[in-house]
C-alpha cells in the first residue's frame, strides 16, 4: 500500500482566490463614514426571557377530577411593551386560560411572560412592529410550554394551545388605532423616541 498523498496550496501563489468581475473588492460600502467604534447599524435582539407572574387555581379540586363533561376554554391575551432602560424594552406576553365546564370552573391559569429586547437605531415604525408582533411571536411558544407544565401540574392533561398570529392581529389593531387617530382619538405613543 502507498501512503496517501495530500495535495497542499503553493503558498507562493499570488493568483486571486476568485475572477475580479462579481466580487466584491470594496467592503467600505458606507459612504457616510463614521468614525471608528460609531454604532450606526440597526440592531435588534432578545436578550433574555423569563416568567414574570405565575398563578394557577384549580378551584373545584378534587371534585372537579370526577366531571365526565370536558371544559370549554376561554383563552385572553395582551401584548404590552416597557422602556426598561435605555435601548431595552420588556415585552409582557400576558394570558389567562380558563376552562369551565357545566359544574363550574376546572382551573385558571394567568401568566406574565416577558422577554427584554434591545433595540437600537431602529426607526419608530419597525421598532413598534417587532415589540408588538415579532417579539410576542418569539417568546410564544415559552409561554405556552409554561401553560402546558401548569396545567400538568394541576392534574390536567397538558394544554396545548394553537399558535397565534400575531403579524396579522398587529395588522389590524395597527389599522383599528389608525382610524381612531383619524376620528380624533388618542394618538399612537412611540416606543423609541425615533418618531
Given at each position: ?24 473588492t ?20 432578545l ?39 435605555t ?49 410576542p ?27 397565534i ?31
Amino acid at each position: 500500500m502507498r501512503p496517501a498523498q495530500f495535495l497542499l496550496p503553493d503558498l507562493k501563489d499570488t493568483r486571486p482566490m476568485a475572477d475580479e468581475e462579481g466580487v466584491l473588492t470594496n467592503l467600505d460600502n458606507h459612504s457616510d463614514a463614521q468614525p471608528n467604534g460609531v454604532d450606526t447599524q440597526p440592531t435588534i435582539g432578545l436578550i433574555t426571557q423569563y416568567v414574570k407572574d405565575l398563578s394557577v387555581e384549580n378551584p373545584n379540586a378534587p371534585d372537579v377530577f370526577q366531571w365526565a363533561e370536558p371544559p370549554q376554554l376561554d383563552v385572553q391575551f395582551n401584548i404590552g411593551a416597557e422602556p426598561v432602560g435605555t435601548d431595552v424594552h420588556e415585552v409582557i406576553l400576558k394570558m389567562t386560560i380558563t376552562a369551565t365546564a357545566p359544574r363550574g370552573k376546572a382551573y385558571i391559569v394567568d401568566l406574565a411572560f416577558c422577554g427584554l429586547v434591545g433595540m437600537r437605531n431602529v426607526p419608530e415604525e419597525q421598532a413598534h412592529a417587532f415589540l408588538y408582533a415579532e417579539a410576542p411571536r418569539l417568546l410564544f411558544p415559552f409561554a405556552r410550554r409554561v401553560v402546558a407544565d401548569a396545567v400538568r401540574d394541576a392534574g390536567f392533561p397538558p394544554l396545548m394551545l394553537d399558535p397565534i398570529d400575531f403579524g396579522g392581529l398587529y395588522v389590524q389593531r395597527l389599522q383599528a388605532r389608525r382610524a381612531e387617530e383619524a376620528a380624533g382619538g388618542p394618538p399612537i405613543v412611540p416606543v423609541t423616541g425615533n418618531a
